[in-house]
């Protein structure tokens, strides 16, 4: 939960390491998930802000893409990455060997996506990582590197989307119900 309070003290400090000002920006790239609640709302609502105040362009990408993009620096042909969903489940996206996205993404167990993959198709990822017991995970990235998401960006190289949250799953809260009957 402290990442509210830890993300704008660390864009800081990348734009002092970098010798950069706000003001030099042109745009602003965020990964807009899928990925938990808090984090993806925060990462982009901060995002937002900046390129609003700064203002600059937004670019959303799929974290997901960006890992990919990043694996296939190092491996060649088609591979899946799998991300932590937490709930014993996995955020999951297949490229073909140009990087391209050819499902995906979704939410499975683990299980459930190693029954619709090809025997020996590399995993990539924290969620491979993490169920390296039935998905074919190999070395590669675990996290989205902010990098690797810029260069994208920069060579229009990435699907974007808009800079709202990529949820995969139904919200855990609801609206409650009429109050019950007391007699």
Do not use: F, N
């Not at 609003?52 to 960006?66: E, F, I, K, Q």
């Not at 996506?113 to 590399?122: E, R, T, V």
Request: some cysteine.
């Amino acid at each position: 939960m402290r990442h509210g309070e830890l993300l704008a003290p660390a864009i800081a400090e990348v734009l002092s390491e970098a010798g950069v000002a706000g003001g030099e920006l042109t745009d602003v790239a965020v990964g807009v998930g899928p990925g938990p609640y808090t984090g993806l709302r925060v990462g982009i609502m901060t995002a937002r802000t900046l390129a609003a105040a700064l203002p600059v362009r937004l670019h959303g990408v799929c974290s997901l893409d960006v890992l990919a993009a990043d694996a296939h620096r190092r491996l060649d042909g088609p591979l899946v990455v799998a991300t932590d969903a937490r709930r014993k489940e996995v955020y999951w996206a297949r490229y073909d060997e140009a990087g391209h996205r050819i499902s995906g993404p979704a939410v499975d167990r683990p299980t459930e996506l190693a029954a619709q993959l090809p025997s020996g198709l590399p995993v990539v990822g924290r969620g491979a990582q993490l169920y390296s017991d039935v998905l074919d995970a190999v070395d590669g990235p675990a996290d989205p590197d902010a990098g690797v998401l810029a260069d994208l960006v920069v060579r229009d190289a990435v699907t974007q989307l808009a800079p709202e949250p990529l949820y995969l799953r139904r919200p855990d809260v609801r609206v409650p119900g009429a109050p019950k009957r007391v007699s």
